[in-house]
């Protein structure tokens, strides 16, 4: 005999799966007494679950209005977790967001009064940082047949597009071959979403944005996992983005001393090392994808700056330097020989 918390959800989603029930039927199918059918369904009602009598010469149950899909058992943690989930999901560029609301709204109506009530009073506004470009949204279709090759550990092959995969053609001249991987992982960066995969004729590690991925089905043969460089997904996609062949650390990374206080510059910086120098004064490394970039990043704390290394630092502020004066109309400072 089932459990009893098996036999409920058994008993559930008989109740949904026709309207009407007679109580005898209902004891055949989940091979139990009349008895443990009526108790079964008091223990239903208790749970808030509007299970009501069919009178008839046999007598049965149904399962009333407001339970659109199979009913499900969560805890008050649970519920709240779902609540959450559902709300977030708007903001995963997933392409889900409508299917999430209309989600939230189904489980609501099945839920019970009082988990009902928790999750009418929770309301959950998710704010993303600002981006250069919105998002681009991915077919939740895309998502679905990656994680399934990431999960039964089969060779992916699939034609990369330069732009969204909604809309432009496929990259590289016409007839190109697709790519083929061995998939590890699917992640979320920044709002996108990416393929983390062994690339088969690169022999390389690659990171693909799931957006301008077009499956090709079949999927290949099963492989065996790799180890990932540095073991940790998370390490190895940052390291990626911050431009370096291992699992992280930025191409370009220098050090200055900058005439603040260590925490007024400490808050601002997200990987960088800050050293307190003294009340007013405070070392930095800090890393960047590109020498300018760090430089005109360092610039933004409008205070005086003393470069400590490497030259190439020191090179990008005297660039920096001619920029601005020419932006702002006046001659250019003189700089040292080889300055760019």
Do not use: N
């Amino acid at each position: 005999m089932q459990k009893t918390s098996a036999r409920l959800l058994s008993l559930l989603s008989l109740l949904q799966a026709r309207r009407d029930w007679p109580g005898a039927l209902l004891a055949e199918r989940l091979e139990v007494s009349p008895r443990t059918v009526r108790r079964d369904v008091d223990r239903l009602r208790e749970l808030g679950y509007p299970v009501v009598a069919v009178k008839g010469p046999d007598g049965g149950y149904r399962l009333d209005a407001g339970t659109e899909l199979p009913p499900l058992l969560f805890d008050d943690e649970q519920a709240v977790a779902l609540a959450v989930a559902l709300q977030i999901a708007t903001t995963t560029g997933a392409g889900i967001e409508e299917a999430a609301a209309r989600a939230l709204t189904t489980v609501r109506q099945v839920m019970p009064a009082r988990l009902r009530r928790r999750i009418d009073t929770l309301q959950v506004t998710a704010v993303e940082r600002p981006a250069a470009r919105p998002a681009p949204r991915v077919d939740s279709g895309v998502l679905v047949a990656l994680s399934a090759a990431v999960h039964a550990g089969e060779v992916l092959r699939f034609d990369y597009t330069r732009a969204p995969a909604a809309g432009a053609g496929v990259e590289g001249p016409a007839g190109a071959p697709p790519r083929r991987v061995e998939p590890h992982h699917l992640v979320t960066w920044g709002g996108r979403w990416y393929l983390v995969a062994w690339d088969l004729d690169r022999e390389d590690w690659r990171t693909f944005r799931a957006d301008r991925i077009v499956p090709r089905i079949p999927t290949g043969p099963r492989f065996t996992p790799r180890e990932l460089p540095g073991g940790d997904v998370a390490a190895f996609v940052v390291g990626r983005f911050q431009g370096s062949e291992g699992s992280g650390g930025w191409p370009c990374r220098g050090e200055v001393i900058l005439d603040l206080p260590a925490d007024a510059v400490s808050g601002y910086v997200r990987d960088g090392v800050v050293e307190e120098l003294g009340p007013d004064r405070c070392r930095l490394v800090l890393g960047a994808w590109s020498w300018v970039g760090l430089a005109a990043t360092i610039g933004r704390f409008d205070a005086e700056i003393e470069v400590v290394g490497p030259s190439e630092l020191r090179e990008a502020f005297a660039c920096l330097a001619r920029r601005y004066a020419g932006a702002a109309g006046v001659a250019p400072p003189l700089v040292q020989r080889g300055a760019t």
